[in-house]
């Protein structure tokens, strides 16, 4: 069974460029979360979906930052534009929401914005 | 605000002796604890949890103690095992609501 699967694995762009990080879900999971690590802040929540709505987006740093769900196993966070701040590693996680709520990591996208 | 606070940035054990992770927390609604290891280029994978009506789980070589009244969680591996050398993390959720809070994570270096 695939786990959670992330695109780009690495990412690197100027500043001020669109960035689009992509995520699929574990099939069956009806909640995502958007994370992101840094040395500073260590391993925040962005936002997370649960059946495809928007739940809590109280991470999203600003405007610049968006995520959407479309359908059940897609998932996208666009920055626009990137500044050199948002250099992170940005993971994506599912989970299934009916009982306990272990979240299942995808490999992460480190960003790189130059 | 840290809700979830690993004060030990690194821990270094030898291996086959006891390793001993820290976590405390301050949200009284925390409800569900969990630990995460995690690789360097991977995502944290989650290794056990424990629910706040006990005070200890285990599996295998790894268990899990919550203190309610101290606010406190600790992990223990025994015995250590270089594979286990990782980050740690240490999350929490109030009941009924997914959202996790994870601490800085604890770097765990086992000593050959």
């Known amino acids: 069974d695939a786990g959670v699967i992330q695109s780009p694995r690495h990412e690197v762009t100027e500043m001020g460029q669109e960035v689009t990080l992509r995520c699929k879900p574990i099939s069956g999971h009806n909640s995502l979360f958007w994370y992101r690590q840094t040395m500073m802040r260590g391993l925040e929540l962005l936002i997370y979906?649960?059946?495809?709505?928007?739940?809590?987006d109280s991470g999203m740093p600003e405007d610049r930052f968006s995520a959407k769900m479309p359908n059940a196993s897609f998932s996208t966070l666009k920055i626009q534009p990137s500044e050199p701040r948002d250099s992170a590693v940005y993971f994506c996680?599912?989970?299934?929401?009916?009982?306990?709520?272990?979240?299942?990591f995808g490999p992460g996208t480190r960003l790189t914005v130059t | 605000d840290q809700q979830v606070k690993q004060n030990s940035p690194s821990l270094s054990v030898q291996e086959g002796r006891i390793s001993i992770l820290n976590c405390d927390y301050t949200n009284s609604m925390f409800d569900y604890f969990l630990w995460y290891k995690k690789y360097p280029a991977e995502g944290p994978t989650f290794l056990i949890s424990i629910s706040s009506i006990k005070d200890k789980n285990e599996d295998g070589r790894f268990t899990v103690f919550l203190n309610k009244s101290a606010k406190h969680l600790s992990l223990h591996i025994v015995p250590s095992q270089p594979g286990d050398s990782a980050v740690y993390f240490c999350?929490?959720?109030?009941?009924?609501?997914?959202?996790?809070?994870f601490g800085t994570g604890t770097r765990l270096t086992i000593i050959p």
């Open positions: 999350a929490a959720h109030p009941f009924g609501n997914e959202k996790l809070t």
């Open positions: 979906f649960n059946n495809n709505v928007p739940i809590d």
């Open positions: 996680a599912s989970s299934f929401s009916g009982s306990v709520y272990e979240q299942y």
